[in-house]
């Protein structure tokens, strides 16, 4: 009796799983649809990109060169943002070339929206320096130096993409400043200086700063920015056009110095810069 218990319990063992199979059913197309996944996906980024030309060629040519994209520098944490006082050990610190501390989160919603959201890892911002040589058209004879010394260092805290599917639109949503931006525009003798471009807060709180009140933080440091990419129709027929629409640009901007002809004439702020219900459509013509 006993030897018979010992077979059956081993024949159940054996059966076991084949029976589990027995139950399994292959999912249809209707019921894949239904699953969604729980998390997505996350990158963790940093880079340097450096491009000797980039050249744009119709019949004549655009040429950008010494093209050098990465994070600020070693030692421009102190540079960053100078009015900002609380929290910069924490916001501004261990800068270097690259663009670090990034993380990218790629989410497609159940409505098959991609959402695709570009990150600090760490409480602090991204850092970015921008940097070229020479802008400058060129014809088969003649060619004119647009402008040269470009340099531009920022950070920023977001940026947001989301394709619709329900509208086809491609959205932007930034929140992004420049901390110091120049450039020399040769041909006009125009040049800039210190320019700094911010949220729309950042001014009153530096005035508030001035009368004794805390001054701006980091959250104050980037401006909001909102575009809409898509297809359209232009303005003026039905043919189809690359549209970007300006939802929101609010910011406040300061230029240390205007040059003329090598010389200074002065310095420009704009306070509560809003631009909104922008459009602009583009396409090719002959």
């Given amino acids: 009796m006993k030897s018979l218990k010992r077979n059956l319990l081993a024949l159940a063992i054996i059966g076991a799983p084949f029976a589990a199979q027995a139950e399994l059913k292959p999912i249809d197309d209707s019921q894949m649809g239904s699953i969604t996944g729980q998390a997505g996906v996350t990158i963790e980024l940093e880079t340097k990109v450096n491009i000797g030309e980039f050249r744009y060629t119709d019949e ?19 540079e960053m943002f100078k009015d900002i006082e609380i929290g910069r050990s924490l916001a501004f610190k261990d800068y270097t070339d690259l663009i670090d501390n990034i993380k990218i989160e790629i989410d497609v919603a159940p409505d098959g929206d991609a959402i695709i959201n570009v990150l600090p890892i760490t409480a602090a911002p991204v850092d970015f320096g921008v940097t070229t040589g020479e802008w400058s058209l060129q014809g088969n004879t003649d060619s004119t130096l647009l402008a040269s010394n470009f340099s531009m260092r920022g950070i920023f805290n977001k940026v947001g993409i989301t394709v619709d599917t329900a509208t086809d639109k491609l959205t932007l949503d930034t929140k992004v400043g420049i901390s110091d931006l120049d450039i020399d525009v040769d041909f006009l003798a125009i040049g800039i200086r210190d320019l700094q471009l911010t949220k729309n807060t950042y001014l009153e709180k530096v005035a508030d700063k001035a009368t004794g009140g805390n001054g701006p933080t980091i959250l104050d440091a980037a401006a909001d920015i909102v575009v809409d990419v898509y297809k359209d129709q232009r303005f003026g027929s039905s043919d189809d056009s690359l549209a970007i629409d300006l939802q929101q640009f609010d910011a406040d901007m300061k230029i240390g110095q205007v040059l003329v002809g090598g010389t200074s004439i002065g310095s420009l702020t704009l306070d509560n810069l809003s631009v909104q219900n922008t459009r602009m459509r583009i396409y090719g013509h002959q």
């Fill in 60 to 78: 004549g040519s655009l040429a950008i060169k010494d093209i050098s994209i990465g994070g600020a520098g070693a030692g421009y944490e102190d």
